[in-house]
């Protein structure tokens, strides 16, 4: 855990609005335009969807590694510190490179928000700039680009990739995407580029009919889970992780392995492989397997199915949503039945709580506690509509309650917003 203090770049794009006043992309391609347009010069494959993009990033950073390329990543939220979300081969930005990009960017928008028609940008936004002004002076090779919120609205959605991805659809930022899988599935399909391939993961038929159209109208070949691509699940051995195969054009039932755990995972790397081998087709760089199979085993994403003791048995989870709910619910039962499950839960108001709650309450031998977090709109523990559920005053407390009464058949989970498992994770890394 890295433990450090806000730099005055930090603070001040964190003053910033979290969303604009209106939607577009009109703010931070003005802003693109006063500093050249460094995001015209990067190869970039851009990835959108509900869950799913940070280990879809994190699987493509090391295959891409492992050919010897200099990957650049944007990322979000941050789990650790800020300074993560803008990484080239793993290695964060410096604090110096970023005070000295934001001194850049300070002065241009100033004069910016004089403008009523640009005025108001936000902190995402500046962000993504800072990020494509950084990736262009390292002179990368290739920027995998993650989405922030949406798709066609969003600021990253300002450039033409080499391939769209789309992970999954899921009911999340309704308020802002819509109340629907088809309304949300339009706005991720917004990514979508005139004749640029894309690659789809596991999404419902509702969703995918949607992205289909939209494929379709702007002509880009569509990979789809299924059919271009299959993955089976493999045998469960001893190692954390998953064994799948997997099949497309160049391979068939060829065996993989993923250090990340949950069968979400091997659809995450399922979807990888497949972006990897159509890059490296297009870019005539050799597909070596075993190669391949060597930078799997490099990948890692914390905060997700993330084992972080093995006596007792603790699992980070940052389901924050119904879509990850759903999963996590999926892999606790099937590879966990036989164990006694405590969890630990807290989310953000703005989410569908309820929802979660009652999806987590289903599993059998389950106990349910909630508590709450140092964070805007974090659980509220007052709130009549908890009043059913079993409460913890804070996590370290609940957490220090389970373990001193814990079975040997125990498994203790802490799940919910990825902001409440991020401060958990850097208290719990900082003890330990």
Not at 9 to 37: C, D, M, Q, Y
Not at 52 to 60: A, D, F, I
Not at 162 to 187: N, Y
Not at 235 to 257: I, Q, T, V
């Amino acid at each position: 855990m890295v433990n450090k203090k806000e730099t005055e770049a930090v603070t001040w794009i964190h003053g910033r609005k979290k969303f604009g006043s209106k939607p577009g992309t009109i703010r931070i391609e003005h802003l693109l335009k006063l500093l050249g347009n460094p995001e015209r010069d990067l190869k970039v494959i851009h990835i959108g969807g509900t869950n799913g993009k940070g280990s879809t990033v994190s699987n493509l950073k090391s295959l891409f590694m492992g050919q010897g390329l200099k990957v650049a990543t944007f990322t979000s939220p941050f789990i650790e510190v800020f300074n993560e979300r803008i990484a080239i081969n793993g290695n964060f930005i410096s604090d110096q490179d970023l005070d000295r990009l934001t001194a850049k960017v300070i002065p241009l928008i100033e004069e910016m928000d004089k403008d009523e028609r640009v005025s108001g940008i936000t902190e995402f936004e500046i962000i993504t700039a800072l990020a494509f002004m950084y990736f262009k002076e390292k002179n990368c090779d290739l920027v995998l680009l993650e989405v922030g919120l949406g798709g066609l609205y969003d600021s990253t959605n300002v450039i033409k990739p080499e391939i769209s991805v789309i992970t999954t659809i899921g009911l999340d930022h309704m308020d802002i995407l819509g109340d629907t899988l088809e309304k949300i599935a339009w706005e991720k399909a917004g990514i979508i580029k005139d004749k640029v391939p894309l690659v789809t993961g596991n999404i419902g038929a509702e969703a995918l009919l949607v992205i289909e159209e939209i494929a379709g109208e702007r002509k880009s070949p569509h990979y789809k889970l299924g059919s271009d691509y299959r993955l089976v699940e493999g045998p469960k051995d001893s190692r954390w992780g998953e064994n799948f195969y997997f099949s497309n054009e160049a391979l068939l039932d060829e065996e993989f392995y993923t250090p990340l755990q949950g069968r979400h995972q091997i659809e995450n790397t399922g979807l990888a492989l497949e972006v990897f081998y159509l890059y490296c087709r297009k870019a005539s760089l050799p597909f070596d397997i075993e190669a391949v199979k060597k930078s799997l085993l490099e990948v890692k994403w914390p905060a997700r199915m993330e084992k972080v003791s093995d006596n007792p048995l603790i699992i980070l989870d940052g389901a924050h949503n119904i879509h990850a709910i759903d999963r996590l619910v999926d892999n606790l039962s099937k590879d966990y039945a036989h164990l006694h499950k405590k969890i630990i839960f807290s989310a953000l108001e703005t989410k569908d709580i309820e929802g979660m709650l009652t999806r987590l309450s289903n599993l059998e031998e389950t106990d349910l506690y909630l508590t709450t977090f140092d964070f805007p709109k974090a659980l509220d523990l007052s709130s009549e509509d908890y009043k059913a559920y079993k409460h913890f005053p804070t996590w370290a407390y609940g957490l220090e309650q389970l373990k001193d009464n814990l079975k040997e058949d125990d498994l203790i989970i802490i799940t919910g917003s990825l902001y409440f498992i991020s401060q958990i994770r850097g208290e719990f890394f900082k003890e330990n």
